[in-house]
Every structure is written in C-alpha cells, then in structure tokens.
C-alpha cells in the first residue's frame, strides 16, 4: 500500500519535499489573479459599466453562446445561456461576434443593463447575414430575457445596434429603433431617418410592446443613448448638456406628431445666457436629478483661461421651466 512504501523514507526527503510544496504554495499566492476561463472556445473582449462590471460573451465547449457579468474584482455574478442562438449560428471566432452595451442608468434602475449582440453569418467584410440578439440582464434579480432578429434577405426585420442607438428608458423600459434590414441601411447610413416602414419601439424588460412609433416624419426626434438624458414620462425626457444647457424635449418622430402640432422643445434654459456670463467665459454642468416635479442642475463658471471662478446651483419647475432659485 502507498502508506507503507511511503514509511521507509529518510526525514531529509520529507523535508525536501515539503520546502518544494512550500515554495509552489508561496508562488501561487504572489500570482496576479487572472480569470479562469472556464468551458469556453473564446470570449469577446469586455464592455464595462460606471460600477466597474464586465460584460462578455462565450462560446462555451457545450456548442451554446452565455452571457457573463464580472464584477470589478473579476467575480463571475451573472451567466446565462441565450436559449434561441443555434450551435450553427455561432460563429467560429469572437472577430465575427460584435457587442454594445446599454449601460445601468441610476436615474432608471442601476442594475439593469442591455447586451446588443450581432452574429455574422457570412463574409465579415461584407455581412448579407446576420444574427441580432437583444438581452436585457437584471443583476439584483439574475432575469434575462431576450429578442432575436435573424437578417438573411434585405427584407427581413432588424434594429439599429451601432453607438448609443439603444436607449434605456422610462420604468425600466428600452427604446429600439427597427424596420427591415433594406429600410434602416436606406440613404448611406442615415438609418432610417424619414424612411417609411422603420419605428421607434418601447419594449418592457420581458420584450413585451409597451407602444411604437413610427418614423416617417422629415425631421424626427428621438433620444440616444448614454448620459445626459433623464426620461420624465413615455414620450418626454430633462436633457443635461454639459456646456450649460437644460432642456425638456419630447420624442417627435411621425406625421401625426406634426399634424397635431408637437414639437420637440418644450422649454430651455441657455445658462450662459440667463446668467450674464461675458463671451469669453465658459460652463460646464457637473451633476443634475429630477425629483418631485424639480429639475435641478450643478455647474462651474470658467473664466478666459479655463480658472474656475465659481460653483453654482439652478432648479427649475420641471412641466414650464420656471426657475425655482438656487
């Protein structure tokens, strides 16, 4: 038996024995910590959120695609396989697999978050094919839910995926823009502005319709993605911009909006203007929030030479935009 071969050793080999475990055990503790890839072919490069959370996805040895969350110290909190992706879908590396990530917005919910994948499914260089998959990841709750588009003739239904197209909205809500892969790509990019047949869609976190619009109007406004806008109600949105402008603004997008006289500005304030700042003086708005029907907004006074000269606060009555004092 192994116990007793072992016995006959001499003390000097079990010594030198342990001083080698010892000294493996010491290098393993000065070792970086590096994620353990764990049943993947290859992973996408990572997309992080304000908080520091990783988003990422694999193609695990299973032949499945999942979506991973880590979190700032490389702890795995969220995987969930995309139970619509076929095995023949998956690309063969991650060069054929694009990301973006709508980020947690505090002023929404800070824990949810929406991964925009497209699957190419034939030449990279020039993708007639393609697979679009929406997935909106909730990291208190751990529900995921997702939408797949599968685009193989110009004629079939995508979405707009490129930049800060998607937008998380209105109670937990997210903002697409859609129509067939031939109407969003019509006009060299233009993605659909005025085209008729695309639309502006509002899906719940479970890809259930809360309303769609239609874009066929000449101008059509709607908002974009990442910070800046703070959505009040379904169609109405505060937008901060950071050289000193405060604005409530409302989506117009169809010609019905026109016909029944919408507009996309409600009210704005120019804080350079208002606050009879010199020409050569600037402002940039730091912080903003929205609460019980006031809009408020930080900002810091420049002088010519970029000095800050002084910190001030603004509010306003959040339905005309009367100013509320500081």
């Given amino acids: 038996m192994m116990s007793t071969t072992c016995r006959p050793k001499s003390s000097g080999v079990l010594i030198g024995l342990f001083l080698i475990g010892f000294f493996f055990f010491s290098c393993k503790k000065d070792t970086p910590n590096i994620p353990e890839k764990k049943n993947e072919k290859w992973r996408t490069d990572t997309k992080t959120d304000s908080m520091g959370n990783q988003y990422y996805v694999v193609s695990t040895l299973d032949n499945t695609l999942e979506v991973r969350v880590d979190n700032k110290d490389g702890k795995t909190i969220f995987s969930e396989v995309c139970p619509t992706i076929e095995a023949s879908e998956i690309p063969e590396?991650?060069?054929?697999?694009?990301?973006?990530?709508?980020?947690p917005n505090k002023y929404i919910n800070s824990n949810h978050a929406t991964l925009s994948l497209r699957l190419i499914l034939d030449d990279l260089e020039i993708?007639?094919?393609?697979?679009?998959?929406?997935?909106?990841?909730?990291?208190?709750?751990?529900?995921?839910?997702?939408?797949?588009?599968?685009?193989?003739?110009?004629?079939d239904w995508s979405y707009v995926d490129y930049n800060i197209s998607l937008?998380?909205?209105?109670?937990?809500?997210?903002?697409?823009?859609?129509?067939?892969?031939?109407?969003?790509?019509?006009?060299?990019?233009?993605?659909?502005?005025?085209?008729?047949?695309?639309?502006?869609?509002?899906y719940e976190r479970d890809f259930s319709v809360r309303y769609t619009k239609d874009i066929d109007a000449t101008d059509a406004y709607y908002p974009s993605g990442g910070a800046g806008n703070i959505p009040i109600n379904n169609h109405?949105?505060?937008?901060?911009?950071?050289?000193?402008?405060?604005?409530?603004?409302?989506?117009?997008?169809?010609?019905?909006?026109k016909w029944a006289g919408k507009q996309p500005l409600i009210w704005k304030d120019n804080l350079k203007e208002t606050n009879n700042i010199p020409a050569d003086y600037s402002i940039k708005i730091t912080d903003y929030n929205t609460q019980n029907n006031v809009v408020s907004a930080s900002y810091n006074i420049y002088n010519?030479?970029?000095?800050?000269?002084e910190k001030r606060t603004r509010k306003w009555a959040i339905g005309n935009g009367m100013p509320l004092g500081n």
């Avoid at 590396?93 to 980020?103: P, Q």
């Avoid at 993708?127 to 797949?148: E, G, H, M, R, W």
Wanted: net charge positive; proline share 3%; hydrophobic share 35%.
């Fill in 304 to 309: 010519e030479n970029g000095q800050m000269k």
């Fill in 93 to 103: 590396n991650s060069k054929k697999l694009f990301t973006y990530l709508v980020s």
């Fill in 127 to 155: 993708p007639n094919k393609y697979v679009q998959l929406l997935a909106n990841i909730d990291l208190d709750s751990k529900k995921f839910y997702t939408k797949k588009y599968k685009v193989e003739e110009p004629l």
């Fill in 236 to 257: 109405e949105y505060m937008t901060f911009i950071p050289e000193g402008v405060v604005a409530r603004l409302q989506i117009v997008t169809s010609v019905e909006d």
């Fill in 167 to 202: 937008v998380q909205w209105y109670q937990n809500s997210l903002l697409v823009r859609e129509g067939t892969d031939k109407d969003l790509n019509r006009g060299g990019g233009n993605m659909g502005l005025g085209q008729r047949g695309t639309q502006l869609v509002c």
